[in-house]
T-cell receptor, first 109, second 114 residues
Framework: AQRVTQPEKLLSVFKGAPVELKCNYSYSGSPELFWYVQYSRQRLQLLLR??SRESIKGFTADLNKGETSFHLKKPFAQEEDSAMYYCALAMNRDDKIIFGKGTRLHILP | DAGITQSPRYKITETGRQVTLMCHQTWSHSYMFWYRQDLGHGLRLIYYSAAADITDKGEVPDGYVVSRSKTENFPLTLESATRSQTSVYFCATRGGVSGTGELFFGEGSRLTVL
């Protein structure tokens, strides 16, 4: 069955430290992966998608098909990175997009 | 230019009542989605639609009904609300060529079922 797994519910990191939010997926077709972020009192918004291969707000993510992973990384955490992060899988074979359970990132001063 | 709007933003209802959450978009995106957001469960797909008059079940469709008679509207109806349907509901559209773009989310509708 198709599935997105984010193993950490909460991740606390000190400001300036590296951040890695884990995401693993299960899908037999060709996956399209995204990271969405929800800041306090704001709408969910796209942070990254694997096909664009760009860095947004210092975050990067690489699709590893061998490990079926799409981990989100940032070398130096900033306080404004505190938010809820969701990994999402687009299953283009049947147009569904499903999300993981999310990881709350808390940046400590 | 609102893009995607949901109404009502907040709703309190009683068990057994019918509730309809509205979702309206101004972009003419083909794809629209309904998700519910719950602590410990993240975002779960309820229903989605590839175009007007085409709808499909998502991960948790039981207890919900959708329709899409016009491209711009995608209402979600709880025919007989239950306490387990207390949640925040998000509508989203997907643009791009053949619906391959990013998702755009509404602000959410917070529903409480007493």
């Amino acid at each position: 069955a198709q599935r997105v797994t984010q193993p950490e519910k909460l991740l606390s990191v000190f400001k300036g430290a590296p951040v890695e939010l884990k995401c693993n997926y299960s899908y037999s077709g060709s996956p399209e992966l995204f990271w969405y972020v929800q800041y306090s009192r704001q709408r969910l918004q796209l942070l990254l998608r694997h096909i664009s291969r760009e860095s947004i707000k210092g975050f990067t993510a690489d699709l590893n098909k061998g490990e079926t992973s799409f981990h989100l990384k940032k070398p130096f955490a900033q306080e404004e990175d505190s938010a809820m992060y969701y990994c999402a899988l687009a299953m283009n074979r049947d147009d569904k997009i499903i999300f993981g359970k999310g990881t709350r990132l808390h940046i400590l001063p | 230019d609102a893009g995607i709007t949901q109404s009502p933003r907040y709703k309190i209802t009683e068990t057994g009542r019918q509730v309809t959450l509205m979702c309206h978009q101004t972009w003419s995106h083909s794809y629209m989605f309904w998700y519910r957001q719950d602590l410990g469960h993240g975002l779960r797909l309820i229903y989605y639609s590839a175009a007007a008059d085409i709808t499909d079940k998502g991960e948790v469709p039981d207890g919900y009904v959708v329709s899409r008679s016009k491209t711009e509207n995608f209402p979600l109806t709880l025919e007989s609300a239950t306490r387990s349907q207390t949640s925040v509901y998000f509508c989203a559209t997907r643009g791009g060529v053949s619906g391959t773009g990013e998702l755009f989310f509404g602000e959410g509708s917070r529903l409480t079922v007493l």
